[in-house]
């Protein structure tokens, strides 16, 4: 099969197809979502070698459960051991034995095949296009902050970045709360939240401060700094997002104003595909460009651009 891989360098090779263990499916993939993560990859972030994506849709070629046979699926990118602490306590996301698809010890998705545990994979609706329900992974990321903070009506809450997953968590908690503000530092990127009627603003305008709630899905010291200048005291900032690099923190200011941080991974695929299905969150209008398996090198140089958000790979 033709793969991407990563071992210091990027390229597009040839690799045996992969055999699925006991319990898990073979899957074609479909197409294939570039994220920041996989950018980061290329920076040295978890030491990742092989294979990289986790963001797809693809369609079961083998497995043992007939009710997946052939069927569309996305794929949950936690790979679970059912037997340690954390698993035990019903918590396997943080699994200490885990292998994650194409971040740690298991390839990915940016190949004409991959395995992944039966128990990961939902099966897509139908009515759900490949170029939309590749964004079911990245969106169920942004669920996850209403599975960690009960978030009401009367929140008011910024969304630190206008990327691809500040996009996605600013429409979801659009959801939950029309006292929102999503800050970034491109105005057509934020002109795509306009046309869904969620207000934004420059990094540089004036802003309320003192919110409830500051997601930070910039990346950076400036956003994470940003976020501590925005939020109120006894206020939550949830960060979304992970980096080969360390970032300094000042520690004061959380423990003076009794700052609630919590971290955010991986969420909840159900909501996600429904509000897929339903066009609650509209994601087409964030794709901005396609490439085959074979251009995968210019693809993943393109997702790093600042005039794209988010580059497909058609496999």
Not at 129 to 146: G, K, M, Q, S, Y
Not at 165 to 183: F, H, N, P, Y
Not at 218 to 231: C, D, H
Request: with cysteine.
């Amino acid at each position: 099969m033709r793969a991407l891989v990563f071992d210091g360098e990027l390229r597009v090779t040839e690799l045996p197809i992969p055999r699925p263990c006991e319990g898990e499916a073979l899957i074609r993939v479909l197409t294939a979502g570039i994220c920041n993560t996989d950018l980061e990859i290329l920076r040295g972030y978890m030491d990742f070698k092989g294979v990289p994506g986790h963001e797809f849709v693809g369609v079961v070629e083998q497995c043992t459960n007939p009710n997946l046979q052939g069927k569309r699926v996305a794929g949950e990118i936690n790979c679970v051991c059912h037997k340690c602490h954390f698993c035990r306590l019903e918590m396997p996301h943080h699994c200490l034995n885990r292998t994650v698809l194409g971040i740690a010890g298991r390839p990915g998705a940016f190949a004409e095949f991959l395995t992944l545990p039966e128990e990961n994979l939902h099966i897509v609706p139908a009515s759900i296009r490949d170029d939309v329900a590749v964004f079911t992974e990245p969106l169920a990321a942004a669920f996850r902050i209403a599975e960690q903070i009960p978030i009401t009506a009367k929140d008011r809450v910024v969304v630190l970045g206008d990327g691809k997953l500040g996009q996605l968590c600013a429409q979801v908690l659009w959801l939950s709360t029309k006292k929102l503000l999503c800050i970034g530092k491109h105005e057509w990127k934020l002109a795509l939240l306009n046309a869904l009627h969620i207000p934004t603003a420059m990094k540089d305008d004036p802003v309320e401060r003192n919110v409830d709630i500051v997601v930070e899905a910039t990346g950076s010291p400036e956003g994470i700094a940003r976020a501590f200048e925005l939020v109120r005291p006894e206020g939550t900032i949830v960060l979304k997002t992970t980096l080969a690099d360390t970032c300094a923190i000042n520690l004061s200011l959380p423990v003076i104003h009794e700052i609630r941080i919590v971290g955010s991974r991986c969420g909840p695929f159900r909501p996600a595909l429904d509000a897929l299905a339903s066009n609650t969150v509209d994601v087409r209008p964030m794709i901005s460009e396609t490439y085959e398996l074979r251009d995968a090198e210019v693809a993943m140089q393109r997702a790093a651009a600042p005039d794209v958000l988010k580059v497909l790979l058609h496999i």
